[in-house]
């Protein structure tokens, strides 16, 4: 589970994020979205324990982020928009590095990495160094990697940017299939047609606060007060 309690952050003067309080349950898949500036990245970073919030909790899997910093990071994938990867190292490599990070045996590892591989389709380049490798392919990495220790959270940004339809399909199925095994998915997009297709639940928030909160079914009914276009409703709550 996902708790944000009256979570702001400033920065100086500005204030990102304002009074954000949200509770997403096990299982459930999450779409953050809003403008730009509008305070997505910097509430993803403060769950990702980039950024400390300047008021407010957040508890991860029950472990606050403030207090329990490396037992919430234990139980969370974090995703950013642009992978990260060691570019003199093989995607294998990377993941073994990742598991051991998060202190697996390595025979856990090796069976968890060759599970991953197969499900990403990434056999043929996954000893190739990531240096050489295209976008796509940089993405699925990274989310399998992300993955190896069976995390209890995903945490991640605009998952879609730049991948190709086989590289978006993969992606879209993984993260379905994570939150029917109970997984909390919360994904920031500025993708309005992936987020109602994906996510369970929406979340629109604009200059720092929370605009529009509800299920698809809520989504939808919203939608008829205008023309029932998705775009309408995101245009008018972030204008």
Known sequence: MIELRHVT?????????????????????????????????????????????TSGEIILSGFNTATQPIEAKMTVAYIPDQPFLYDKLTGREFMYFVGGLFKMRKKEIREKV????????????????????????????????????????????????????????????????????????????????????????IGIINHGRLAFVGTRSDLAAYKQKFDGKFESVFLELTK
């Open 9 to 53: 952050k400033k920065f100086g003067s500005f204030t990102a994020v304002d009074d954000l309080s949200l509770i997403i349950p096990d299982g459930e898949f999450f779409g953050f979205l809003g403008p730009n500036g509008a305070g997505k990245t910097t509430t993803i970073k403060m769950m990702a324990g980039l950024f400390s919030p």
């Open 114 to 201: 060759d599970e991953l591989i197969e499900h990403f389709e990434i056999g043929d380049w996954v000893d190739k160094r990531t240096e050489d490798y295209s976008q796509g392919m940089r993405q699925r990495t990274t989310i399998a990697a992300a993955l190896i220790h069976e995390p209890k959270v995903m945490i991640i940004d605009e998952p879609m940017v730049g991948l190709d339809p086989k590289s978006a399909k993969i992606v879209r199925e993984t993260l379905k299939q994570k939150s029917r095994e109970g997984i909390v998915v919360f994904m920031s997009t500025h993708s309005l047609p992936v987020a109602e297709e994906l996510c369970d639940r």
